[in-house]
């Protein structure tokens, strides 16, 4: 991996994985576990990139979209403050940095996480987390956009239907980056402090 490197962790929160169980698939949050805990040992900064409202919904669009005018209809989802948009404890560390947004499906916009990013010297982002349906295809097109480099962990990613994720992560992940698996990366990394 060419540049300095940073883990971004998508939306692995109670609430969302909670809401949507079928997003579980097995292994994802191992397989997580395993390479954040990698990550850290080897000193590449992670970021949780959560997702949250506020109880009056100051600062999110709620009637632009069908999926947010669903999820909004119970007024407790993903509310700040509460359990639901605190990330899996087991894969939270010392450290980790979190990136929270009140609205739409990608991390970048309307967040400081690019130019927290730019401030490590980060220009490769590895991704993991939920979901295939928009929050990985948003995250991978607009770091390639704003000129990261990006790989895509496919068996630390998840999305529903299971068939249509798996499409989209051949059809289209792998046009806008490497994708990888958690032990493929996990021995990148070994051979790459080897070589050190």
């Known amino acids: 991996m060419s540049g300095a490197v940073a883990v ?13 169980p079928d997003l579980c698939w097995p292994g994802l949050i191992p397989n997580s576990a395993a390479l954040l805990t990698a990550a850290r040992a080897r000193g590449i900064p992670v970021v949780h990139c959560t997702a949250a409202f506020r109880v009056d919904r100051a600062g999110t669009h709620t009637d632009n979209c069908p999926f947010i005018v669903r999820l909004l209809r119970d007024p407790a989802h993903m ?103 958690t032990a493929a990366l996990l021995a990148d990394w070994s051979a790459a402090e080897v070589t050190r």
């Open 79 to 181: 509310l700040e403050g509460t359990p639901a948009v605190d990330v899996l404890p087991e894969l939270l560390g010392p450290g980790d940095l979190e990136s929270r947004r009140y609205h739409g499906f990608s991390p970048f916009t309307g967040t400081t996480l690019d130019a927290r990013l730019r401030a490590l010297g980060v220009r490769h982002v590895v991704a993991l987390g939920v979901s295939l349906n928009l929050g990985i295809p948003g995250l991978a097109l607009e770091a390639v956009n704003l000129g990261y480099r990006v790989t895509v962990v496919e068996d630390a990613v998840s999305g529903v239907p299971r068939e249509y994720a798996l499409a989209v992560l051949k059809h289209t992940v792998s046009l806008l980056a490497t994708r990888t698996t």
């Open 8 to 20: 971004l962790v998508m939306e692995m929160q109670r609430g969302v994985l909670g809401s949507f």
